[in-house]
């Protein structure tokens, strides 16, 4: 390709690079980067802050497809400013993660409450209520 060209779609790209698709700037990143170029990168640290603070505060169980993307990223990585704001949505979610657990643990602690319950029988099913508890009812006698 000719160089001319490569300067020419680089210099397109920087002014304008929304009439660029996603692969397209992705395709436009390697090339400037081949050629020590300057390129425009797309900066969202707001958006991957708040992604990774619902993220930890749902215990990790959003997809990474979700993940916010800037174009370039695959080839120079993450900025500084989208790292920083990863690490404070990372911290800000913390708290959030452990009302959740909190929340599975209660949760946990009545199903389990609840299951013993049931072990132990349910009163008031049939007869006097003495005694009859899960084993009893299945074995066939009350006593």
Known sequence: MDPNQILAIIGAYN???????DEEAELVAMLSKSLGLNFR???KPISKGLFNMADIGLLGMLPNEWEPWSRGQSVYGESFGEKLGSGI???????MALASGYGLARGAGAIGKKAYGMFRG???MSGSGQGEGLLQLTSGSPF
């Open 89 to 95: 949505g990372t911290v800000a979610g913390l708290p």
């Open 15 to 21: 002014d304008d690079p929304r009439s660029f698709t």
């Open 41 to 43: 990168r797309e900066n």
């Open 122 to 124: 349910v009163r008031g």
